[in-house]
């Protein structure tokens, strides 16, 4: 099983290709530049860090206030003599009943013996929840999506799992060095950068959109966490002036998100005078020890986000999917962000620090929306796509639809046979992107698990007309234009790969990223000879990692269709 390149990022002759949880970057040529692997050792679960940086106390039983054994709940008189029933004398009585005669079990005891069984499996089996039933994929998150600024000076990334933003700096010769990383409170989807380069903004799962500054130093996190680490004895006093007498200082207060994370109890309801077996004692203590636990790991992720600027600058009811930040022709001084989201939402919201003043939307999507692209070459108009038959496209200042381009429909006709074409009846949407040939405005669209690259004109009479559709050797899962080249990289999945052996013993191995050169004769684009083979050293990255969890992480898009309508 080889891992793919599943995200590519071009900057100038430089390729940058995401590669599960590593950063490879390559020259024109796909010669390997340098490699950024994930720190894997540096990165826990909050609940982790809680237990390795405040450990919770262990009592045992042995110690508890009543060593002697728990007091008798029930006396019975034999011969005028009152005898206290304990759990040993239950024990040996249950021993000389079995002495006598053979043990039976009534219907209902029988059917409270699996009811326990079966709710004891399923505890086992959904225990830890997913992240224990999926730790391979926990260890390395993969690279969800990289983003460059406008001078190429820094490469943004995000993590899945992890939720964590990383920020590197670029030499301008394919290597990277890291400056910083840090974990959102909710997972993100999808990232933009401001015109000046200044401010990332995060669009996460939950529908919020954080703004948070491009360049960070732990050193210049701010002064919350600090206050919560501070107690009254540790506030310095300043010394005395002339003019005004010595005050302590006062403590900055810690924020929402800390202060209740610390007024949470962690004293039950039940204490050792009102449990009156050993067993329930038991309970109690281990009940002590998991409040204290989720204590600290709520504790632990509220400090940790409070150690960075981030600012919430507007909010959806649904998971957002795609976020970009446009400037219109018509109006040079102002910016907008548009935002869309699982629920077929497209929104118009004003730049910072107006984002919370909606413009309007752009509304007529039938399912979600999974992206959004406004080419560079006609900054007035939005083309968007997701789970519906169609590109759609877009006056996005207006909100006016201008039209639609057909995608399933073309999918149809490209596949080989009637009997495959049969078999889809829905597209999802992964990527959409701009390349500029001349004066012509070329919109390049893929969709999950279909091998085929769409090509649109965007025409002056502002229509989508479909020029060419490419046939590939497997699922495409990104594209990307080498300008420097002239040549469009579109990454594909080896395991999908429609090579026969005789093609990838000449190729050198099986296709992980095709190189598309224009024919200007003919007016089309062909696959050339290059791009990358995938390697072993690929594939012994993705060796902790199955099939399935392969397939769970490169294809997700078709997971945000809320119903199947075919079957209703």
Same mark, same amino acid.
């Not at 632990?300 to 909010?315: I, K, M, P, R, V």
């Not at 939402?345 to 692209?373: K, M, Y």
């Not at 990104?478 to 395991?495: F, H």
């Given at each position: 099983?080889?891992?793919?390149?599943?995200?590519?990022?071009?900057?100038?002759?430089?390729?940058?290709?995401?590669?599960?949880?590593?950063?490879?970057?390559?020259?024109? %040529?796909?010669?390997?530049?340098?490699?950024?692997?994930?720190?894997?050792?540096?990165?826990?679960?909050?609940?982790?860090?809680?237990?390795?940086?405040?450990?919770?106390?262990?009592?045992?039983?042995?110690?508890?206030?009543?060593?002697?054994?728990?007091?008798?709940?029930?006396?019975?008189?034999?011969?005028?003599? #009152?005898?206290?029933?304990?759990?040993? +004398?239950?024990?040996?009585?249950?021993?000389?009943?079995?002495?006598?005669?053979?043990? =039976?079990?009534?219907?209902?005891? =029988?059917?409270?013996? %699996?009811?326990?069984? /079966?709710?004891?499996?399923?505890?086992?089996?959904?225990?830890?929840?997913?992240?224990?039933?999926?730790?391979?994929?926990?260890?390395?998150?993969?690279?969800?999506?990289?983003?460059?600024?406008?001078?190429?000076?820094?490469?943004?990334?995000?993590?899945?799992?992890?939720?964590?933003?990383?920020?590197?700096?670029?030499?301008?010769?394919?290597?990277?060095?890291?400056?910083?990383?840090?974990?959102?409170?909710?997972?993100?989807?999808?990232?933009?950068?401001?015109?000046?380069?200044?401010?990332?903004?995060?669009?996460?799962?939950?529908?919020?959109?954080? +703004?948070?500054?491009?360049?960070?130093?732990?050193?210049?996190?701010?002064?919350?966490?600090?206050?919560?680490?501070?107690?009254?004895?540790? #506030?310095?006093?300043?010394?005395?002036?002339?003019?005004?007498?010595?005050?302590?200082?006062?403590?900055?207060?810690?924020?929402?998100?800390?202060?209740?994370?610390?007024?949470? +109890?962690?004293?039950?309801?039940?204490?050792?005078?009102?449990?009156?077996?050993?067993?329930?004692?038991?309970?109690?203590? %281990?009940?002590?020890?998991?409040?204290?636990?989720?204590?600290?790991?709520?504790?632990?992720?509220?400090?940790?986000?409070?150690?960075?600027?981030?600012?919430?600058?507007?909010?959806?009811?649904?998971?957002?999917?795609?976020?970009?930040?446009?400037?219109?022709?018509? /109006?040079?001084?102002?910016?907008?962000?548009?935002?869309?989201?699982?629920?077929?939402?497209?929104?118009?919201?004003?730049?910072?620090?107006?984002?919370? #003043?909606?413009?309007?939307?752009?509304?007529?999507?039938?399912?979600?929306?999974?992206?959004?692209?406004?080419?560079?070459? /006609?900054?007035?108009?939005?083309?968007?796509?997701?789970?519906?038959?169609?590109?759609?496209?877009?006056?996005?200042?207006?909100?006016?639809?201008?039209?639609?381009?057909?995608?399933?429909?073309?999918?149809?006709?490209?596949?080989?046979?009637?009997?495959?074409?049969?078999?889809?009846?829905? #597209?999802?949407?992964?990527?959409?992107?701009?390349?500029?040939?001349?004066?012509?405005?070329?919109?390049?669209?893929?969709?999950?698990?279909?091998?085929?690259?769409?090509?649109?004109?965007?025409? +002056?009479? %502002?229509?989508?007309?479909?020029?060419?559709?490419?046939?590939?050797?497997?699922?495409?899962?990104?594209?990307?234009?080498?300008?420097?080249?002239?040549?469009?990289?579109?990454?594909?999945?080896?395991?999908?790969?429609?090579?026969?052996?005789?093609?990838?013993?000449?190729?050198?191995?099986?296709?992980?990223?095709?190189?598309?050169?224009?024919?200007?004769?003919?007016?089309?684009?062909?696959?050339?000879?290059?791009?990358?083979?995938?390697?072993?050293?690929?594939?012994?990255?993705?060796?902790?990692?199955?099939?399935?969890?392969?397939?769970?992480?490169?294809?997700? =898009?078709?997971?945000?269709?809320?119903?199947?309508?075919?079957?209703?």
């Amino acid at each position: 099983m080889a891992l793919p390149c599943h995200v590519l990022k071009v900057c100038d002759g430089i390729v940058f290709a995401a590669r599960g949880s590593n950063i490879h970057s390559f020259d024109s %040529n796909f010669n390997p530049i340098s490699v950024w692997k994930y720190p894997v050792k540096q990165q826990k679960t909050n609940g982790e860090k809680a237990e390795s940086e405040t450990p919770a106390p262990v009592v045992e039983a042995e110690e508890s206030p009543a060593p002697e054994g728990p007091p008798a709940k029930k006396r019975k008189v034999e011969d005028g003599e #009152v005898v206290a029933v304990t759990e040993e +004398s239950k024990d040996e009585s249950k021993e000389d009943t079995a002495e006598g005669q053979p043990e =039976t079990k009534t219907e209902s005891q =029988t059917q409270e013996v %699996n009811r326990r069984s /079966r709710r004891q499996k399923q505890k086992q089996k959904t225990e830890g929840g997913w992240a224990k039933n999926n730790k391979a994929v926990l260890e390395k998150p993969f690279v969800q999506g990289m983003y460059l600024t406008t001078d190429d000076r820094h490469l943004v990334a995000i993590t899945g799992s992890d939720k964590t933003i990383w920020v590197f700096e670029h030499d301008g010769a394919g290597n990277l060095k890291q400056l910083s990383q840090r974990a959102m409170p909710k997972r993100p989807c999808a990232l933009a950068l401001t015109p000046d380069d200044k401010t990332i903004l995060s669009a996460d799962k939950f529908g919020d959109v954080f +703004s948070l500054p491009l360049l960070f130093t732990p050193s210049e996190s701010t002064a919350a966490d600090a206050a919560t680490t501070t107690t009254a004895s540790e #506030v310095a006093t300043p010394e005395p002036t002339p003019s005004a007498p010595a005050t302590p200082a006062i403590p900055t207060p810690p924020t929402t998100d800390v202060a209740k994370a610390q007024s949470l +109890s962690v004293k039950p309801q039940a204490n050792e005078l009102t449990v009156h077996t050993l067993r329930n004692l038991k309970a109690l203590e %281990n009940q002590k020890r998991c409040l204290e636990r989720q204590k600290a790991a709520k504790l632990a992720a509220a400090l940790q986000a409070s150690q960075f600027e981030h600012t919430l600058q507007l909010g959806h009811v649904s998971m957002l999917t795609s976020v970009a930040v446009a400037v219109h022709p018509s /109006r040079p001084g102002r910016t907008y962000i548009i935002t869309a989201d699982r629920d077929e939402h497209i929104r118009v919201s004003r730049g910072i620090p107006q984002a919370h #003043v909606i413009e309007g939307f752009l509304l007529g999507h039938d399912e979600f929306v999974s992206r959004v692209c406004i080419p560079e070459a /006609r900054r007035d108009v939005l083309i968007s796509g997701g789970g519906d038959d169609d590109l759609f496209m877009w006056d996005w200042v207006s909100g006016k639809l201008l039209g639609k381009a057909p995608v399933l429909a073309e999918v149809k006709k490209a596949l080989p046979s009637a009997e495959d074409a049969e078999k889809v009846n829905k #597209v999802a949407v992964t990527r959409i992107f701009d390349v500029q040939q001349g004066e012509k405005t070329q919109i390049l669209m893929i969709c999950e698990r279909i091998p085929l690259l769409l090509i649109y004109t965007l025409t +002056s009479a %502002n229509t989508l007309q479909h020029t060419q559709t490419l046939s590939l050797l497997g699922n495409p899962l990104d594209v990307e234009y080498l300008k420097a080249e002239s040549k469009l990289l579109v990454s594909i999945d080896p395991n999908t790969s429609s090579e026969t052996q005789e093609e990838e013993a000449s190729n050198g191995g099986v296709s992980s990223i095709l190189a598309l050169s224009f024919d200007d004769s003919e007016s089309s684009w062909k696959v050339t000879i290059g791009g990358l083979k995938a390697t072993e050293a690929a594939e012994e990255e993705s060796s902790s990692l199955s099939p399935q969890d392969l397939q769970k992480l490169l294809y997700t =898009t078709e997971s945000l269709r809320k119903t199947n309508k075919d079957d209703e």
